[in-house]
C-alpha cells in the first residue's frame, strides 16, 4: 500500500479478518461476513519513522492494542469490498496525518513599544488614584 509518494507499506504488516457487523440489517447482517477489522503491525513495522510511529500511536489512541497493532474496523457499507476499502483509506489518513511533524512552538515576547504603552497606563492610572487621595494624607 503506497503511502505519501515516498513510503510504502508491506501487505504482509496488514492482517485483515471479514467479521459479522452489528447493528439493523435483519437476516443479511446476521449471515454475512461483511465487516472487516484491519490490523497493522506498527510495532513491527519497518518503513515509517520512529517520530511518525509515536506520532500515529497517539493519534490512534484506544485502537492500539498492548501489543503494538492498530485496529480499524469498518462496518458501514452492506458490501465486504467497500469496506475493506474504507478501512484501507482510513488506515492512509491516519498514518499521512502522523507523518506531518507539528511547527515548533515559538515563544512569543511583548514589543518594547508595548511594554512602554503598558507602563505608561499603568504611571496614569496612579496618578488619576493619587489624585483622589485627600490633600495632606500621607498613606
Do not use: C, W
Amino acid at each position: 500500500m503506497l503511502i505519501a509518494d515516498t513510503i510504502l507499506i508491506d501487505e504482509t504488516e496488514i492482517e485483515e479478518r471479514f467479521i459479522r457487523a452489528s447493528g439493523p440489517g435483519g437476516q443479511h447482517v446476521n449471515k454475512t461476513e461483511s465487516a472487516v477489522q484491519l490490523r497493522f503491525d506498527l510495532a513491527g513495522n519497518t518503513s515509517l519513522p520512529e517520530a511518525a510511529k509515536r506520532r500515529l500511536a497517539r493519534l490512534a489512541g484506544s485502537r492500539m492494542t498492548k501489543d503494538g497493532a492498530l485496529v480499524i474496523r469498518a462496518e458501514t457499507y452492506r458490501e465486504r469490498e467497500r469496506n475493506r476499502a474504507d478501512a484501507r483509506d482510513r488506515l492512509r489518513a491516519l498514518i499521512e496525518k502522523a507523518l506531518i511533524a507539528p511547527k515548533p512552538r515559538k515563544k512569543a515576547r511583548p514589543s518594547l513599544a508595548s511594554i512602554r504603552r503598558v507602563k505608561a497606563a499603568k504611571a496614569q492610572k496612579a496618578k488619576t488614584k493619587s489624585l483622589r487621595r485627600k490633600p495632606g494624607s500621607e498613606d
